[in-house]
């Protein structure tokens, strides 16, 4: 499992021409203010868990005072509804009529990826999480002897799995394994269950949310349940331990991953400004390249040739009941690993231009 390595994606502009946007008053507050967009799913398939990635990027944001070399920051919000076309049109909207210049999210990596092709027309800086996990959990298990005896595909925003989990039975598989998110996660969870595959067979969630996903399943489903995740609250960092307290004083629980990304993307290109000593967007993308902070899991580096983040990835063994010490204590992390990814998955072949 060491070998399931986040994608950080970067995909990076450079700085708009002032001349003929026909904005003036935009164009003065650009020059004033920092306007940062957090693009998130408050409705639609991930909507579960856009109202926590704001908490994250706004933990961030007020860590530093809103404010950053020197100028105040701007933090604007849209819903991308988990649709590429909301996400784009709103994008644009924002960087049009609000004077973004930095993007954070969209959640789901298929709408981000339509989101990217906007920041590279309009010259915007946009972070956002890329995967192909399925590709990934295959490669690995060709080096350990793992053979996949099936394998289905669901739509987003899916609420009906019976067909799916019936066909995996049918397969008789050693494990199951999931490779889906939020609130299709745990329907898909919950039906596995259902049907009877779990717990006596190992559920493997290969990307989750962590605790937004775990806190929606009874303990009795959570059996046997095997978990990966790029943050668990229990992190042992100097960075997590401020950012669980914090978060755990603000809103009276532990965070997931969600919220822990969009902190951690937020935290990163402020840094970059940091390096950059500026906040125009060609500065900062240059300061990206081969960027290093200590970050929520452990020291982050920004690869300079393909603008991927490698950093930890944690994978957990869900408690049972009588383990719990408490109803938020889910899980023990049993492995890490950060391996990075192959050059050939990792290539960002078409960034934009600066």
């Given at each position: 499992m060491?070998?399931?390595?986040?994608?950080?994606?970067?995909?990076?502009?450079?700085?708009?021409?002032?001349?003929?946007?026909?904005?003036?008053?935009?164009?003065?507050?650009?020059?004033?203010?920092?306007?940062?967009l957090?693009?998130?799913?408050?409705?639609g398939?991930?909507?579960?868990?856009?109202?926590?990635?704001?908490?994250?990027?706004?933990?961030?944001?007020?860590?530093?005072?809103?404010?950053?070399?020197?100028k105040?920051?701007?933090?604007?919000?849209?819903?991308?509804?988990?649709?590429?076309?909301?996400?784009?049109?709103?994008?644009?909207?924002?960087?049009?009529?609000?004077?973004?210049?930095?993007?954070?999210?969209?959640?789901?990596?298929?709408?981000a990826?339509?989101?990217?092709?906007?920041?590279?027309r309009?010259?915007t800086?946009?972070?956002?999480?890329?995967?192909?996990?399925?590709?990934?959990?295959?490669?690995?298990?060709?080096?350990?002897?793992i053979e996949?005896?099936?394998a289905?595909?669901?739509?987003?925003?899916e609420?009906?799995?019976?067909?799916?989990?019936?066909?995996?039975?049918?397969?008789?598989?050693?494990?199951?394994?999931?490779?889906?998110?939020g609130?299709?996660?745990?329907?898909?969870?919950?039906?596995?269950?259902?049907?009877?595959?779990?717990?006596?067979l190992?559920?493997?969630?290969?990307?989750?949310?962590?605790?937004?996903?775990?806190?929606?399943?009874?303990?009795?489903?959570?059996?046997?349940?095997?978990?990966?995740s790029?943050?668990?609250?229990?992190?042992?960092?100097?960075?997590?331990?401020e950012?669980?307290?914090?978060?755990?004083?603000?809103?009276?629980?532990?965070?997931?991953?969600?919220?822990?990304?969009?902190y951690?993307?937020?935290?990163?290109?402020?840094?970059?400004?940091?390096?950059?000593?500026?906040?125009?967007?060609?500065?900062v993308?240059?300061?990206?390249?081969g960027?290093?902070?200590?970050?929520?899991?452990?020291?982050?580096?920004?690869?300079?040739?393909?603008?991927?983040?490698?950093?930890?990835y944690?994978f957990?063994?869900?408690?049972?009941?009588?383990?719990?010490?408490?109803?938020?204590?889910?899980?023990?992390?049993?492995?890490?690993?950060?391996?990075?990814?192959?050059?050939?998955?990792?290539?960002?072949?078409?960034?934009?231009?600066?």
């Amino acid at each position: 499992m060491s070998g399931f390595t986040r994608r950080d994606v970067l995909t990076l502009g450079g700085v708009a021409a002032a001349a003929g946007v026909g904005f003036p008053a935009v164009l003065k507050a650009q020059q004033k203010d920092v306007i940062m967009l957090g693009l998130w799913s408050f409705t639609g398939a991930f909507s579960d868990v856009g109202p926590v990635l704001d908490r994250g990027m706004k933990l961030a944001l007020d860590e530093r005072g809103m404010k950053v070399q020197g100028k105040p920051i701007k933090y604007i919000t849209r819903d991308d509804e988990t649709k590429a076309g909301s996400a784009t049109r709103r994008a644009e909207e924002a960087i049009d009529a609000d004077g973004v210049k930095y993007i954070i999210g969209p959640w789901s990596s298929g709408v981000a990826l339509a989101v990217s092709e906007v920041a590279k027309r309009k010259k915007t800086f946009h972070y956002f999480i890329g995967w192909s996990v399925e590709k990934y959990v295959k490669e690995v298990g060709k080096g350990h002897g793992i053979e996949f005896v099936g394998a289905d595909r669901h739509p987003l925003g899916e609420r009906e799995f019976s067909n799916y989990v019936t066909k995996a039975a049918g397969n008789k598989p050693d494990v199951v394994v999931m490779i889906n998110f939020g609130l299709d996660a745990v329907t898909g969870v919950r039906e596995i269950f259902n049907f009877g595959l779990t717990p006596k067979l190992p559920l493997i969630m290969t990307w989750s949310s962590g605790v937004e996903e775990l806190v929606q399943l009874a303990p009795e489903i959570r059996e046997n349940l095997w978990v990966g995740s790029n943050f668990y609250y229990t992190a042992d960092t100097p960075v997590a331990r401020e950012f669980v307290k914090s978060y755990q004083t603000k809103f009276g629980g532990p965070p997931g991953y969600a919220p822990a990304a969009a902190y951690g993307m937020t935290r990163m290109t402020l840094a970059a400004m940091d390096k950059a000593k500026s906040t125009e967007v060609a500065d900062v993308v240059k300061a990206c390249e081969g960027l290093e902070v200590d970050d929520l899991v452990g020291r982050m580096r920004v690869d300079p040739k393909t603008h991927q983040t490698l950093r930890p990835y944690f994978f957990m063994r869900c408690k049972k009941k009588d383990a719990m010490k408490g109803p938020m204590d889910f899980a023990d992390i049993i492995a890490t690993g950060s391996t990075p990814l192959p050059v050939e998955y990792a290539a960002c072949k078409d960034i934009g231009s600066l």
